[in-house]
C-alpha cells in the first residue's frame, strides 16, 4: 500500500460536488474509494467515513423535506448545507495533516469505520 495524502484531500474536497451538480459528492468518493481502498493507506477509513456521511446528510434532507410545512425544515436543511460545506473542507485540512477526521451526525451504514467519528 502507498501513502497518498493528496488523494485522500481529494477525496474529501470532492464532496462539494454535490452544491454543484446535486449528486456528485456522493459518486466520486464511492468511486474514489472502490478503486482506491485497496491501494491507498487509509483510504478505507477516510472512504467509510465520506460515504457515511454523505448518505447521513442525504437521509436528514429527505426527513427535513415534510418539515418545511411547520417551518422547522428549512432550518434543518441550513444546517446541513452548513455541515455540508463545512466538515469536508475541515476534514480534507485535517487529511492533509495527518490528524483526525471528524464527521458529525453520521450513521455507520457502510460498516463500523473508526472513521465515522475518529480516525
Not at 10 to 26: M, P, Y
Not at 40 to 66: C, K, T, W
Amino acid at each position: 500500500m502507498r501513502k497518498d495524502n493528496q488523494l485522500v484531500v481529494v477525496t474529501h474536497i470532492c464532496q462539494l460536488l454535490t452544491f454543484v451538480t446535486g449528486f456528485g459528492g456522493l459518486i466520486v468518493p464511492l468511486i474514489l474509494w472502490l478503486t482506491q481502498k485497496e491501494k491507498v493507506e487509509n483510504m478505507d477509513e477516510h472512504g467509510r467515513a465520506i460515504l457515511n456521511f454523505q448518505v447521513s446528510l442525504i437521509i436528514y434532507s429527505i426527513i427535513s423535506i415534510p418539515l418545511i410545512f411547520i417551518l422547522v425544515g428549512f432550518v434543518m436543511l441550513g444546517l446541513i448545507a452548513i455541515l455540508g460545506i463545512v466538515f469536508p473542507i475541515v476534514n480534507a485540512v485535517n487529511a492533509s495533516n495527518g490528524r483526525e477526521i471528524y464527521y458529525p451526525l453520521s450513521l455507520p451504514l457502510f460498516g463500523d469505520s473508526r472513521a465515522s467519528t475518529f480516525i
